[in-house]
């Protein structure tokens, strides 16, 4: 006997409350009451997975049971979320088919869609390409589409379409797909209520650029480019409107683009330690006019002295972060830090007394120095005044010094008079 039949169904259903979907479908296996219960449950109706994986090939079960869930009925939002890699074999082709059947019948109810084609071999990207074809041929009106989000990786998109007139998110990658290029314009008239935009190994093509493009730039929160090349979409003058615009594998004249758009007001500049395992360096700068925020980041390596505009920006940098292994080219690349208050450096690498750059930054007053991961050598005391000595000669005011994750290996007199806090860190390290 199930010892939980004597539990009210609505107490069952409050313990699916606050577990996961996976955890939903695995109660699901427990009872015949459990499974009713269970899939009954909106954690269960409103979340469509099917998921291969690059070890695991689909399984015909799986198809059935997204299929169920989308024939159960909700007047929710659903989220459909599909991931394949391999050839399928003719039963689970039959199944896609079925499945992608009842998705065209459901999908005035779907919210989220994300479909990955991630496998170089899998066949499913040409089946998936019609869904939205079938969508407008089987309804007369998708005015009560439901669709916010959409993510579609190595699945192309139709030429001409209205069902993503209500989308606000597009995150789209072309990887596998060869010379896949859209026009700005067709994005504009496609997605008319866009406000973040994600494109991957797809050429943006300018060459034709309505006059209403610059209202529609205007309104985008979240721009995130990963393509061979931008600057002329990035030079559009309404990009300068966008509150976070991030550029993966940028070029210089990427750089160069990003930073003309900032114009007076305060900046702060991070520049990332090296991530080895992807072999980038995040840059952000973060542009603060008249409580507007926005922030321009390039998520790999760009040569800073590359970008010659970083120059005049110096004057208006307040806050600078960067790893000591970069100090060179960040002084090079920022060579007038008048307005400078806050330094932090990642210490990565072994402070070093004799420079040969040295900050231009009279108004320096915090320093900053952060432990890395990747460097775990304590500081010495004498070390840290020699550098304190020689790094901003400009300076005469004493520092304020904060440490996270740093050891000290000793403490100088000298070392204490430069600091407007010494004594007390002295008898912290001391403790």
């Not at 409350?17 to 899939?39: P, Y």
């Not at 995150?171 to 935009?197: C, K, N, S």
């Not at 493009?213 to 931008?230: A, D, F, T």
Request: charged share 20%.
């Amino acid at each position: 006997m199930d010892s939980t039949s004597v539990l009210p169904p609505e107490l069952l259903q409050g313990v699916f409350d606050h577990i996961g979907l996976s955890d939903v479908i695995r109660a699901s296996h427990v009872s015949q009451r459990w499974r009713v219960l269970a899939c009954q449950h909106p954690t269960y109706c409103r979340r469509v997975v099917l998921h291969e994986t690059a070890e695991q090939p689909s399984k015909s079960s799986l198809v059935e049971r997204a299929i169920a869930q989308l024939t159960l009925g909700s007047t929710a939002p659903i989220d459909v979320d599909v991931v394949r890699y391999f050839p399928a074999s003719e039963l689970v082709a039959q199944c896609d088919r079925d499945f992608l059947r009842v998705l065209v019948d459901n999908f005035h109810r779907v919210g989220t869609l994300a479909l990955h084609v991630l496998g170089r071999e899998c066949d499913a990207a040409a089946l998936y390409a019609t869904l939205f074809r079938q969508v407008l041929d089987t309804r007369a009106s998708t005015a009560h589409t439901q669709l916010r989000r959409l993510t579609l990786t190595n699945v192309a998109l139709p030429d001409e379409t209205t069902v993503f007139e209500r989308v606000v998110s597009l995150r789209y990658g072309g990887q596998h797909m060869h010379d896949v290029r859209i026009t700005v314009d067709w994005l504009f008239t496609t997605f008319p209520a866009l406000e973040e935009l994600d494109v991957t190994d797809v050429e943006l093509d300018t060459s034709t650029v309505s006059d209403d493009i610059g209202s529609w730039l205007s309104r985008l929160r979240y721009l995130r480019l990963n393509v061979p090349s931008s600057p002329d979409f990035l030079a559009l003058p309404s990009v300068a409107h966008i509150m976070h615009v991030a550029v993966v594998n940028p070029t210089a004249a990427d750089a160069v683009t990003i930073v003309s758009h900032i114009g007076d007001g305060q900046v702060d500049v991070a520049l990332a330690e090296v991530d080895e395992a992807r072999r980038c360096q995040k840059l952000t700068l973060i542009w603060r006019l008249n409580g507007i925020i926005r922030d321009l980041e390039f998520r790999n390596f760009v040569w800073l002295p590359d970008v010659p505009n970083l120059a005049p920006l110096s004057y208006h940098v307040s806050t600078l972060s960067l790893p000591l292994s970069d100090w060179d080219e960040a002084v090079q690349a920022f060579p007038h830090l008048v307005t400078l208050r806050c330094l932090t450096l990642i210490l990565n690498e072994t402070l070093q007394s004799e420079l040969d750059t040295v900050l231009h930054a009279p108004s320096v007053r915090d320093l900053f120095l952060l432990g890395s991961n990747d460097y775990h050598e304590p500081v010495d005391g004498l070390a840290l005044e020699r550098f304190l000595r020689a790094f901003n000669p400009s300076c005469k005011s004493r520092i304020h010094l904060r440490l996270d994750g740093v050891l000290m290996k000793g403490w100088s007199d000298g070392l204490l008079e430069l600091l407007e806090n010494g004594a007390e860190l002295k008898s912290k390290w001391a403790q």
